[in-house]
Every structure is written in structure tokens, then in C-alpha cells.
């Protein structure tokens, strides 16, 4: 059975840095596109960022480009999300996610999402 595992979300002050983990299990994980999303209370699940299988290009979301740096371990199994320069309106619950085939942006495109972890910025 596949699972994607986040962790590393927390309470912050605005201006503060942030890095996320997803483990996944029981997937040949350097084969899969993966994925960040979030959702923040009342809102749309929205894209943040992926990485692609193959030959890792990266994409981000509008909102979170320059700030954010998504990377993967494939000896690990896990991918990350590096967040920088955070800002009240980055609060959200943090989903991966992983997909066969290439990056997309559609949440209907992915297969498999993990739990999710909540990051809170203050302001």
C-alpha cells in the first residue's frame, strides 16, 4: 500500500523558513512526479510546487516562486520543500503528492496524497 508521509510543519514568524519532508513507501519512487500542494481554511487546494520524473526540471506556483525550492532524494525515497522569506498567507495545510507521467498542476492528475502537515506564519 502507498504512503506519502509528511513532516516538518510547525508555527513560524512571518520572514522565517520552514523545510517540509514526504516520505513515501511501497512505490519505485524515481519513477513518480512529485508534487506540493496546500489548502487554506475556506480555500481551494492550490499547486505549489513539483518535481518531474524524469530528469527532475522543477515548476512552482505563482505565489511561491523565488521563496520556495522543491527537491527530491531518490535514494531516500522523499521529497522537500524548502520554504524561505514566509508570509502569513503561505498558512496551510501542506500535501505531497505523487503521479506516473509528467508534472501537472491538476489535483485530479494525482494518484496517490499524503496526510498533510499544517504550517502557521505570524505575523
Known amino acids: 500500500q502507498v504512503q506519502l508521509v509528511e513532516s516538518g510543519g510547525g508555527l513560524v514568524q512571518a520572514g522565517g523558513s520552514l523545510r517540509l519532508s514526504c516520505a513515501a513507501s511501497?512505490?519505485?519512487?524515481?519513477?513518480?512526479?512529485m508534487g506540493w500542494f496546500r489548502q487554506a481554511p475556506a480555500k481551494e487546494r492550490e499547486f505549489v510546487a513539483v518535481?518531474?520524473?524524469?530528469?527532475?526540471?522543477?515548476y512552482y506556483g505563482y505565489s511561491v516562486k523565488g521563496r520556495f525550492t522543491i527537491s527530491r532524494d531518490n535514494a531516500k525515497n522523499t521529497v522537500y520543500l524548502q520554504m524561505n522569506s514566509l508570509k502569513p498567507e503561505d498558512t496551510a495545510v501542506y500535501y505531497c503528492?505523487?503521479?506516473?507521467?509528467?508534472?501537472?498542476?491538476?489535483?485530479?492528475?494525482?494518484?496517490?496524497w499524503g496526510q498533510g502537515t499544517q504550517v502557521t506564519v505570524s505575523s
Open positions: 503528492a505523487a503521479r506516473t507521467g509528467w508534472a501537472t498542476v491538476s489535483i485530479q492528475d494525482y494518484e496517490y
Open positions: 511501497e512505490l519505485t519512487f524515481s519513477t513518480y512526479t
Open positions: 518535481t518531474t520524473w524524469p530528469g527532475g526540471s522543477v
